[in-house]
């Protein structure tokens, strides 16, 4: 069964710093694998995904993610971290050899919150 | 929110009573789903539809059914609403290809049921 894993329930960083907001992954096949952002009481906003190709993917807001087979990771990073960027941020996984039924499974979530 | 919308977006009802949520898109794709989020849990899946008329069950479908009788809307009803279906539901849509396209998210129904 495909499963993902944010380890961190909160993240806290000063603007300016970068950030980084974890994810690994485990699946039976190859992975796809997405980032959301959710601000309070929105909907999910999609970020970046990575399908194939160069494992460093950039994406929406300045947001890049770096795909780690040998770690199973998909970890999000930011070099210089934004008060706006405070919201909800979710890791999604999909597995290509269909053992998901091809559907999305969601982390559960990570609360970053950026300090002025 | 990728030109889907959600009706109700707030609704209160008591339990025991049948609610129905509605999911309409404007991008005409063949993809619709309905997630299900709650603290801790993340995000999902309680059903899905791959066409009109052809639907799916996801992780969490017990207590809910779905149809998709035109390629716009997907509805989502609870038959008899029980408190733990308290929740704020998302509807999702995507593309042809369910392996690699994105999942576009709508702006979520809360629904308290007391």
């Known amino acids: 069964a495909q499963s993902v894993a944010q380890p961190e329930d909160q993240v806290k960083v000063a603007e300016g710093n970068p950030l980084t907001v974890k994810c690994t992954y485990s699946v039976s096949g190859n992975p796809y694998l997405f980032w959301y952002v959710q601000y309070p009481n929105r909907g999910l906003q999609f970020l970046l995904k990575?399908?194939?190709?160069?494992?460093l993917v950039k994406g929406s807001y300045g947001f890049e993610a770096e795909f780690n087979k040998s770690q199973t990771s998909f970890h999000l990073k930011k070099p210089s971290a934004l008060v706006s960027d405070s919201a909800l941020y979710f890791c999604?996984?999909?597995?290509?050899?269909?053992?998901?039924?091809?559907?999305?499974?969601f982390g559960k979530g990570t609360k970053l919150s950026v300090i002025p | 929110d990728a030109g889907i919308t959600q009706s109700p977006r707030h609704k209160v009802t008591e339990t025991g009573t049948p609610v129905t949520l509605r999911c309409h898109q404007t991008?005409?794709?063949?993809?619709m789903y309905w997630y299900r989020q709650d603290p801790g849990h993340g995000l999902r899946l309680i059903h899905y539809s791959y066409g009109v008329k052809d639907t799916d069950k996801g992780e969490v479908s017990d207590g809910y059914s779905v149809s998709r009788s035109k390629t716009e809307d997907f509805l989502l009803t609870l038959e008899s609403a029980t408190s733990s279906q308290t929740s704020v539901y998302f509807c999702?849509?995507?593309?042809?290809?369910?392996?690699?396209?994105?999942?576009?998210f709508g702006p979520g129904t809360r629904l308290t049921v007391l």
């Open positions: 991008e005409n794709h063949r993809y």
């Open positions: 990575y399908i194939t190709g160069d494992n």
């Open positions: 999702a849509i995507s593309g042809l290809d369910t392996l690699t396209d994105t999942q576009y």
């Open positions: 999604a996984v999909r597995d290509s050899s269909g053992a998901g039924s091809y559907q999305l499974t």
